[in-house]
């Protein structure tokens, strides 16, 4: 007979090696048991009454925390280590409860007032938060998806810029005409879009391609 851990699969011969195996890996001493209730207290002061926190300590030192309501999940690491003490994560850690505070502070509310935003400004048929990002390669950045009333189906990231430039790119999908300077759109060194006068031109060519229009490209002075 057999033993299987429903944690990660590993199979062991006997029961006691599998109870060793949970101890060593899995079984951690609450080194301070207020410390969850302190964690919660802290990032209930910094974000909106309607968002739900959840504090998961991984293992000895880790702290995963996730905030979520109807609009949004953003997941935080915190985490009280020597600068000697390795991450585990891929994603950015903090060290103090301020900080990850001040995390959780700044991304709700960036993501409810893009949402807020763009619901005011634009007649689009969906657009709703998808992910938020916090890694050492990448830096932080926000996922959101959106479909136009004409069905296009988009993705759009934004990258902590000026939220007013952010906004303005989503007048491609109601704009009949573009004038102004043009220049490549790239992410990550890959070209993505051309703009013109600062709004992306693939959701005009689009929208235009599902109206079943003609685009007209001109040079001015």
């Known amino acids: 007979m057999g033993y299987v851990s429903g944690i990660d699969n590993r199979t062991f011969s006997s029961k006691?090696?599998?109870?060793k195996y949970f101890e060593e890996n899995y079984l951690f001493e609450q080194k301070n048991e207020s410390?969850?209730?302190d964690i919660i207290e802290a990032i209930k002061k910094a974000i909106p009454e309607d968002y739900g926190i959840e504090v998961k300590l991984d293992n000895e030192n880790y702290y995963v925390i996730t905030v979520k309501n109807?609009?949004?999940t953003i997941d935080g690491y915190l985490m009280f280590?020597?600068?000697s003490d390795q991450s585990s994560y891929w994603g950015s850690e903090h060290n103090s409860i301020e900080s990850i505070s001040n995390h959780f502070?700044?991304?709700t509310q960036t993501v409810e007032e893009i949402l807020r935003r763009v619901h005011e400004k634009y007649d689009l048929k969906?657009?709703?938060?998808?992910r938020y990002h916090d890694d050492h390669g990448n830096g932080s950045y926000f996922d959101f998806n959106y479909v136009?009333?004409?069905g296009g189906n988009y993705r759009v990231t934004y990258y902590n810029q000026e939220i007013d430039d952010f906004l303005e790119q989503f007048s491609q999908h109601f704009v009949e005409f573009v004038e102004g300077d043009w220049h490549k759109v790239e992410e990550?060194?890959?070209f993505i879009d051309y703009e013109i006068g600062n709004i992306p031109i693939n959701g005009l060519l689009r929208r235009a391609s599902a109206l079943n229009k003609k685009v007209r490209l001109e040079i001015v002075d």
């Open 35 to 37: 410390m969850t209730i």
């Open 188 to 190: 990550l060194g890959y």
């Open 16 to 19: 006691e090696e599998a109870i």
């Open 148 to 150: 136009t009333q004409e």
């Open 81 to 83: 280590k020597d600068e």
């Open 105 to 107: 502070q700044y991304t």
């Open 70 to 72: 109807d609009l949004c």
């Open 126 to 130: 969906e657009f709703k938060f998808d």
